[in-house]
């Protein structure tokens, strides 16, 4: 089974973020993508299961962010 990726904009769309912060993101490798050309551009492809990952209020980004999380906490890798 291969996995899904969504062009940025649908990205943006999802998850609420700029463009330009999963752009930085990408580039980072904090997620999966690619650079693929689309009718003669270079858009870039985000995988969405690491999009959804990140995005995961449990265990995503908001843990990252200061202040309070009130009942945030970050899980373990084994659970």
């Not at 930085?24 to 299961?49: D, P």
């Amino acid at each position: 089974m291969s996995e899904e990726f969504v062009r940025l904009e649908e990205a943006t769309r999802r998850s609420g973020l700029h463009p330009n912060t999963l752009r930085r993101l990408l580039r980072e490798g904090t997620l999966h993508g690619y650079k693929a050309v689309h009718q003669g551009k270079q858009c870039w492809l985000v995988s969405a299961a690491s999009l959804k990952r990140y995005t995961n209020p449990l265990s995503g980004f908001l843990l990252d962010l200061p202040g309070p999380k009130l009942f945030l906490k970050r899980r373990k890798e084994d659970d």
